[in-house]
């Protein structure tokens, strides 16, 4: 991949092949937990290189058994977004409405191309494969789910567990780090609830959008009272609704909040306390009946291993060399990976950032319709990313 | 009418015409400013009987000039609402979706009743009686609509100007008062802009959430400081709407503000504290863009002039019986009847309540889909009402 | 006093009398409940005309029985203010930092005079006449006290109770009304509690300052939200304290809390919402322990009798001619008086004011360290008005 | 110091005059700015060993010119506080009210110390050693007093300046960091002005409570949506004072705001979003005056220098052992330290902390009336740590 790369890893030959595969994905992009035609290509291809393959869950598991040695589990998300596509690519979704606008598709190509080159160069490794591709990660589905399915019983524990997600860097590089890398991510949809009446007679009622905006003020002492300064913690209602007319004071009101937090301790005390305030608010008011929470879209904390953060950067720099490897800052983002390793307990895992820009080229944010990384350097970078990170644990010392 | 009446108005001979009217009005209700059925009814009507007739601004104004003396103008509105009917009369709406739930069809057939006894009845007054049918109260369009299509130049300057309503009270009682009766209503849709961003980077942008939360809690002290204490004003906020996901902060928030207020003075000062919050705050929030602020649906005050009151009143007792004539208590609600009488500058006018509905029954609110008056004494008695009050104007005084 | 009177009361012969006593009072203020002076100079007096004169509760009551006929009751309080006179006349307080600034030595110089002024002149009606000279009007305590110091045991209960005070009108001149008078007043220190910390460590604390600022904005919405729109109510806070340093989360904080009623259900009505209020914003807050509210300076609500109102507004209309009989607008300033026929159940009262300041001169409001009433015609008019207005229930009709 | 020491610094020869030494200053504490006992002993010494001594602005320079070589400037703060001392210590203060509660007689006694014996082996390093001993640090006065009573003129610029301060960790540790050590300390005196008037009138003035209140409330904003989630930044009203009586409006409220930040560009952003809230509040509410800001109690920013912090933890790990080298969390107490440095533009500068308490001994935290460091080790380690420290730049490489 670059000159200062000491390792070979028979890209080439597959190189024309994941091209195709991969506009192939990005042409048929499907919506979280109905990923149905992915599925099955990433089954042909694991069945054809070997591996042993159980649908789980909405997801796929390839294990390749190669000799003693330590189980490495990779793991690649699958589903689309629900975005009209405005990149112009020749190979752009041809499904209206659905888009690969965060490169899941990347991540099923390069899964599948390491998936691939181990299969093939299996004299140069002893142990277990595991090649994971999970349906419904932006709805925090897909992981649970699999989990649920019996994915611990259905694959060996793994030694150490690895995922990789494509970012606005620059292409052919990596960046990975170690401890806390992605945020816990809570929504909540809270309802609280007044007494309609006439806009007239306010004293006939409950007002529901004074209670609703009552909580919004008081949730803002969450993150400036309670909990540290410097901790990591959002509280943001990004929804408020209640009534439809000027001279109706409306019965409830609903508010969507969403809490990002990179310290379990962190987020439950900002639960802890949101919870307390809408409560709070509520006896204030006088309100008729409890408020509703209901939980949504929650993401587990990502805490990237710190010895899996040093085998495989050192792994890294070797091979891609120094100056393609760079340090992969907390972002306030959020994923469901880490419930892969989660299955079996404690397994540790790595999450790293692929670039997939080129250089000097504006990067486009995730979820944006634009969003459309450079074929290469990505492919090949994401592939071998993967493989020399699983080899890092897989090729016997010598 | 009762017992007690002291003066005897030919109702007897017009009573089945009037009833048929009011059943094939009640069939055929129209939207405000769609009232072309009914508009061609009236016209055909005041014809009839001789009036001079004019349509203006979608309504229409009968003159019935008799000789030297006052003039004296009597309003009905036309319209009905979009609610599907739910009263289960023989003659409910033959209109999906419309109904005079208001009972303005109830307002016509009295007001035309009333033109058709003061026609026939020419011998015992003298002066000019003008039979007013407004288009579209309900949206308070139609006495504007009519003043700005030149109603003052088209009729003599009336003396006095009439109006009534029915209410739930007992069908054979009116209600009358000095003074303010229903209050001005105004409503304000704030429009307030933040900077949109992702909910976990709210240092991005502007929170147009909070923003109009703040500006919620912040009018509650409009009516707690700014007026005096036993003033009556009300600021409801009755809709507030920002955002669609949890963590996505909006660009913009909305709120939808009434204001009822029975003085003029403590109107202007209200209306000027909302405007100074929403800005104050805005300027608080560093708001990129001014707010926006759109009055829409505003009804002026009524203030039933006293002299009429006492004129009218004495008469109603006279007629009706003492005991059937009440006190009407100002409510919070709004009209735009006092838009007519201000066409001509400061004409005094009267607003009187007609009960509809039998003693012992159950009122049911206006604007219910259930408001079903009871049809008789409640038409004989409007058409009283309206014909003693013009009466006591123009009979003239032995 | 006026040409059109048609009564001689005899005032001309005390006025010197009564002249020097008032100096005397004036000259020697005492605060509320040590009215120990003013206590022997009411008793002295009563006594000498014959009065059968009783020290209850701090206060002194005078009775005067006369045959059979009504009861009377006059009531004037006797306390002074801790206000450093500033007036400038010859008579001014000869005690440091205490004034009559309310205006009581009025009060009580009539009191005495129009007692003196029935008993010279006793032939001229039938009945009982009770004069009651009460302690610590200011302050509330001394209605109370002498209500629970037995004063419906030791005094005939009375068929009505009268009383007067001296406010900013025109000497000369008194003002009544029937209905609601004077406001219901209650005052309540709050106290809310924390848990202080360094200012830099607020997650190691709950922050007082901003459960005490929530309250302050969340009572605004008892007048704004729980009132019926017109009805009178205040709900002011006067004061809030927490804190010495700005880095320093203090434990605590306290707000002052005025609430001003017209009517008893508003009153319940309101102190109910601030309690819950309070309450809630504590529970919201996650304050260690409850708040604690203390009542203070309550006063009760003045409602005058409309038939008291109708009967001496009359008999006032006669003596001072009718345009020195004004109408007393009600104003948000509160009194124990109706404490007094409280201690009978439900004898009815009338409250009237009595102008103190000349036609023209800047009338110096109540409690101003320049409040200076002009000696006459106040003296006069102030103890003829006790006069006509016992007459008029005491002389025999003929 | 212990065995894995593999320096000598002849400290067992001062042991017990600076024993004597630092019980002297304890006994005799001075509040900030009045130092002047605290200066003459300091002058004393210095002057004895041979410094060039300059009093500059309340504090004291000794510089010790001793051949080629880098300039070292080690600081100690001299002031002690007003609190009562607790301690039950032998040689407790002897001044009523104040004592060092803050430990800058070790500081005093450590820099004396240091300087004493880098006089005493001037033959071991070659450079220029500045002792300076400064006031007033408690009050964020002494070193900006210093500086601009021409410090950088007075002393030759150093190549590095050190500080120490004791803290409740162990006797005979150290602990050092490179980047932020200590917050910056803002503290605002903010006046917010409203109209008076009477509790039961609130609409003929503007309640400065409320305008207060509602500041209170619109600051959470600052913390939770204005800084980038994980800035360090805590922005705290610690006192809020308005009114004294219930039912009287007050004119003004006072806010005492406190600023603590670990970076200028946060800082910045904090301080304007302050005063954009306060200034758009007062507009809200139609205040009638600006507000008035006044800041106080300043303090910088401290910001070890990277390379000093290498240097120098280097030479403690030599000297003292690994094992009592820890590494100084940053603590949002604020230091005046850093504007000495600052006198010069971009002095580097290391702060580190100083364990005061026996191992197993319960700490007390600075500023406590108990707050007593154990003398030994703490005196030895103190003194060592500032000659180590500068030795680690005046000792000739070999």
Known sequence: MTDSATTTTGYEAIQEWQEQLYQDLHRNPELSMEESRTVEVVVAQLMEWGYDVKRIGGGVV??????????VLFRADMDALPVEEATGLDYASEAP??????????????????ARLLAEQKQQWSGTYVALFQPGEETAEGARAMVDAGLADAVPRPDVALGQHVLPGVAGTVSTAS??????????????????????????????????????????????????????????????HAGAKSNIIPDSAELLVNVRTYDDD??????????????????????PEPPSLTYYDQFPLTVSDPSAATVVTTAFEAHFGADKVGHLDPVPASEDFSRIP?????????????????????????????????????LRTGTEA?????????RPST
């Open 342 to 378: 989660g299955a079996w307990g404690d397994v540790p895992y790595l999450y790293w950032g692929l670039g997939g820009f080129s250089e000097g080229a504006k990067a486009v944010a995730n979820h944006n319709p634009a969003f459309a990384p450079t074929m290469q350097p990505t």
């Open 62 to 71: 390839g294990t390749l058994a190669n000799g003693d040695g330590p189980t």
């Open 179 to 240: 401890g806390p890398v992605l945020s816990a991510g809570d929504s909540i949809r809270i309802t609280v609830f007044g007494n309609g009446t006439h806009g007239s007679m306010p004293h006939l009622g409950v007002d529901s959008v004074v209670l609703a905006s009552s909580i919004v003020m008081r949730l803002q002492t969450v993150v400036a009272r309670e909990i540290a300064p410097g901790d990591f913690g959002v509280v943001t209602v990004g929804a408020i």
């Open 97 to 114: 409405g659905v888009m690969h606008a965060c490169g899941h598709d990347v991540h099923v190509a390069c899964g599948l191309g390491a």
């Open 386 to 394: 993967a493989m020399i990170a699983a080899l890092a644990y897989l």
């Open 266 to 287: 962190v987020r439950e005390r900002v639960l802890k306390a949101i919870e307390r305030i809408v409560r709070g608010e509520c006896a204030t008011a006088g309100s």
